[in-house]
């Protein structure tokens, strides 16, 4: 069966400071990985996904970026956070394009507040 | 621009009552509707799900209904329960072979099942 992991599950930065936030899938080859974030009255907002090793889009501008360098790795950073980054950050998955992919399976999270 | 539109934003229901919650969306290629169910400090998980050649779909307690023509859907819980006490996000998207999935979400309902 495929899992995914995310972590840490709760992050307390300083602005400024640098984001490395990590998500990994078990179970499945060539997923397509989403980066969402989640605000309050705000539903769930896209920020990255990814196809493929090396390939990401990007569905918003922002401080942050996100790198695949394995195929079931996912990395969300930033070099210097900022207060508007402060946010509950989501890692999921689906079935590679191709294959019926409209349904997301999401981590269990990141609470990142950045004071 | 919101896509989706959900509502209400929070709702308290008694054991045993029926949970409502309505969707609109605007994009007419959408043809994916899904469900999902958030538990405090835990990633959303898939609920239900409905694509637009049907009119109701029910599993256990949980019903889709769908109106094409007024382009709205919503989520009914029969014999709500506390332990149904989440947030509850509705979702669509438009199904492109080849694609990663791209989901815009509704802004969530809070619902609260009292004893």
């Known amino acids: 069966s495929q899992t995914i992991h995310q972590w840490p599950a709760t992050l307390v930065q300083p602005v400024g400071s640098p984001l490395s936030l990590e998500c990994t899938v078990e179970?499945?080859?060539?997923?397509?990985l989403y980066w969402y974030r989640q605000a309050a009255g705000r539903g769930l907002q896209l920020l990255f996904y990814s196809v493929g090793i090396g390939q990401i889009s990007s569905e918003v501008p922002q401080n942050l970026s996100a790198s695949r360098p394995q195929d079931r790795q996912f990395i969300l950073s930033s070099k210097k956070l900022l207060l508007s980054d402060s946010g509950f950050y989501l890692c999921?998955?689906?079935?590679?394009?191709?294959?019926?992919?409209?349904?997301?399976?999401f981590g269990s999270g990141t609470q990142l507040s950045v004071l | 621009q919101q896509q989706v539109k959900q509502s209400p934003q929070s709702l308290i229901v008694q054991k045993g009552g029926i949970s409502i919650i309505n969707c609109a969306y605007e994009?007419?290629?959408?043809?994916?509707f899904p469900w999902y169910q958030q538990f405090p400090g835990k990633g959303p998980a898939l609920l239900i799900a409905i694509r637009p050649d049907v009119s109701e779909k029910k599993e256990g307690r949980f019903t889709i209904s769908f109106n094409k023509s007024a382009k709205q859907f919503s989520l009914h819980i029969m014999d709500s329960q506390p332990g149904d006490s989440a947030t509850y996000f509705c979702a669509a998207t438009r199904g492109v072979s080849g694609t990663a999935s791209k989901l815009t979400f509704g802004t969530g309902t809070r619902l609260q099942v009292t004893l």
């Open positions: 994009n007419t290629a959408f043809d994916y």
């Open positions: 179970g499945t080859s060539n997923p397509n």
């Open positions: 999921a998955w689906s079935y590679p394009s191709g294959q019926i992919n409209e349904k997301l399976f």
